[in-house]
């Protein structure tokens, strides 16, 4: 099993659920892998997700989801810095 992580893009849209929709809160609280599935993420992300992002919550684990998800969405430099830039090189020369 890996540690898989939700993309920028995942853990947005689950901020956001989390910030305007009760009921989506309500579910991911109780179901956290079944309300993933329902925001669209893959079944084999979900399956290899820390198990620890997957146990039910209470109300207080939501407290600071307007700060984190203003964190998240003004950090551009999150893809960037997670992106691997190839090196290419030819036999017996330097890099």
């Known amino acids: 099993m890996t540690d898989a992580v939700l993309t920028k893009k995942q853990g947005l849209a689950l901020l956001q659920e989390l910030r305007t929709n009760p009921g989506f809160r309500r579910r991911f609280a109780e179901k956290p892998a079944a309300a993933l599935l329902e925001?669209?993420?893959?079944?084999?992300t979900i399956v290899n997700l820390n198990a620890r992002c997957l146990a039910s919550r209470s109300a207080e684990d939501f407290g600071d989801i307007?700060?984190?998800h203003a964190a998240l969405q003004s950090d551009a430099d999150t893809e960037s810095l997670s992106m691997v830039i190839p090196h290419a090189s030819i036999a017996g020369?330097?890099?």
């Open 66 to 68: 307007e700060k984190t």
């Open 93 to 95: 020369q330097a890099k």
């Open 39 to 44: 925001l669209g993420v893959p079944h084999e």
